[in-house]
């Protein structure tokens, strides 16, 4: 399943922004198959927006879980090490 971020918020910016997207990340993790997010348009993301979209998914989902099936493309380098810092953090503190 692709989902196209800017088709759901305008920025990722915001917690509020992350939250609209954690909700339709959790409806495609709960299905088959690989999840990925196209950050198309989308320069820069701060780290409300990723603790809200990605972090949270670790209360439903494994650190190795979210690695193995989300993909990210279309995306800035900063983005992706935003993502991946956050995530990678939040994993240790949680284990």
């Given at each position: 399943?692709?989902?196209?971020?800017?088709?759901i918020?305008?920025?990722?910016?915001?917690?509020?922004?992350?939250?609209?997207?954690?909700?339709?990340?959790?409806?495609?993790?709960?299905?088959?198959?690989?999840?990925?997010l196209?950050?198309?348009?989308?320069?820069?993301?701060?780290?409300?927006?990723?603790?809200?979209?990605?972090?949270?998914?670790?209360t439903?989902?494994?650190?190795?879980?979210?690695?193995?099936?989300?993909?990210?493309?279309?995306?800035?380098?900063?983005i992706?090490d935003?993502?991946?810092?956050?995530?990678?953090?939040?994993?240790?503190?949680?284990?």
């Amino acid at each position: 399943m692709v989902i196209n971020v800017a088709e759901i918020t305008p920025g990722a910016n915001t917690a509020d922004q992350g939250a609209a997207l954690l909700s339709r990340v959790k409806d495609a993790m709960r299905m088959a198959g690989p999840v990925i997010l196209s950050f198309e348009g989308i320069q820069t993301a701060t780290p409300s927006f990723v603790n809200a979209s990605f972090v949270e998914l670790l209360t439903d989902f494994s650190y190795e879980d979210i690695k193995l099936r989300i993909r990210v493309i279309k995306s800035t380098r900063q983005i992706n090490d935003m993502i991946k810092v956050r995530l990678e953090k939040s994993a240790r503190v949680g284990a």
